[in-house]
């Protein structure tokens, strides 16, 4: 059994939803399956191994979720995919989408941003103080937010890149699918329930299972 709550203002549904859909149908999802589908126990075992797959695959759910958003707005969608666009029309406003699309790509960026932090303060390139303020200046980007999400993360050095790095590899595998003309739904799902295995073994597997 998982259980999980999200507890937020209506004003704030937009992050309640890019919430739900990193940690609901990125984390809990790869770790039910795994528990559920994976034949090697050891790799059912969550460890250090888990953080480039699983953080990996919610990274990627994101931006998945907008696209099909996206591609569903821009049809006719019927059913299920109608009452969904539908509930958020009536719970978000009818700007929904665009303040989604806001929200997602923010924190694609605050990720990027880990990923150079844990090498940059690491290697000693810069100090915190200094990398929030270059930071700031690239992006934007508020310099509270900034060091909230880095400072501290970092003392598990290569745990703050395994975000973008994972991510972006399942975003190329997920191409190379579609030009096998396989099921993109197929292929999430094995990626979801094989457990946690090393990065090699992890990414050895999909590609076999495109190659196959």
């Not at 937009?14 to 399956?33: K, R």
């Not at 919610?58 to 995919?81: A, M």
């Not at 197929?186 to 090393?198: D, R, V």
């Amino acid at each position: 059994t998982a259980l999980f709550y999200i507890t937020t203002a209506q004003i704030h549904g937009i992050d309640a939803l890019q919430a739900l859909i990193h940690e609901e149908y990125g984390h809990c999802v790869n770790y039910i399956n795994s528990a559920v589908r994976a034949e090697n126990f050891v790799e059912k075992i969550p460890s250090a191994l888990s953080i480039p797959v699983t953080e990996g695959i919610s990274f990627n759910r994101e931006k998945e979720f907008l696209s099909l958003c996206k591609e569903l707005t821009n049809s006719t969608p019927r059913g299920t995919d109608k009452d969904m666009l539908d509930y958020f029309d009536k719970i978000m406003g009818k700007d929904w989408l665009v303040a989604f699309e806001f929200e997602v790509m923010r924190w694609r960026i605050v990720r990027f941003l880990r990923a150079i932090y844990d090498v940059r303060v690491n290697i000693g390139m810069q100090s915190v103080p200094e990398f929030v303020m270059w930071a700031h200046t690239q992006t934007g980007l508020g310099k509270k937010l900034i060091y909230d999400q880095t400072f501290g993360l970092h003392t598990f050095a290569g745990y703050l890149p395994a975000y973008s790095i994972t991510g972006m590899m399942l975003e190329e595998l997920q191409h190379k699918v579609r030009e096998k003309a396989k099921s993109i739904r197929e292929f999430n799902t094995y990626a979801c329930s094989m457990g946690f295995p090393s990065r090699r073994i992890f990414d050895r597997r999909l590609d076999e299972w495109i190659k196959g």
